[in-house]
């Protein structure tokens, strides 16, 4: 969905908005709101949304995480990594590519993966050929 309008899907939406900002600090409180999160269909949405806040949450339920892990998500997805591929260093720009610093190396990675797996195909055959 682009751009804010996931939070009309969003579960939370529909129900009490100090569910998810108990100021008794209820851990009961939490968990419901919890619960409610991890059925959410737009959970993923309210994370990115949420970690990119200035500045970040300070309280409250996000996306079924505490305010202490979403700092930990936002300190994560800006961490420079290593690529798996060409050891170039990145910061990942979305969860769903945390190992290598573009598609070009993606696809390397999986190319290798791919003739490694053919080899060792290959060679399973030469052995029970020359057993038989």
């Known amino acids: ?3 804010n309008g996931w939070k009309d899907a969003a579960l939370c939406a529909q129900v009490d908005p100090d569910l998810w900002f108990p100021a008794d600090g209820s851990s009961a409180t939490a968990a419901t709101a919890r619960r409610i999160c991890a059925g959410c269909p737009v959970r993923a949405e309210c994370l990115d ?3 990119t806040l200035e500045p970040l949450p300070l309280d409250g339920i996000w996306a ?3 305010h202490v892990q979403v700092r930990q998500v936002a300190a994560a997805r800006t961490r420079p990594r290593p690529c798996f591929t060409c050891g170039g260093t990145f910061v990942p720009a979305s969860p769903q590519n945390r190992a290598f610093c573009s598609d070009g190396c993606r696809d390397v990675a999986r190319r290798e993966q791919a003739v490694a797996s ?4 290959r060679a399973r055959v030469r052995d029970r050929k ?3």
């Open 49 to 51: 949304y949420a970690v």
């Open 130 to 132: 020359a057993a038989a």
């Open 64 to 66: 079924g995480l505490t």
């Open 118 to 121: 053919e080899r060792r195909r």
């Open 1 to 3: 969905m682009s751009g």
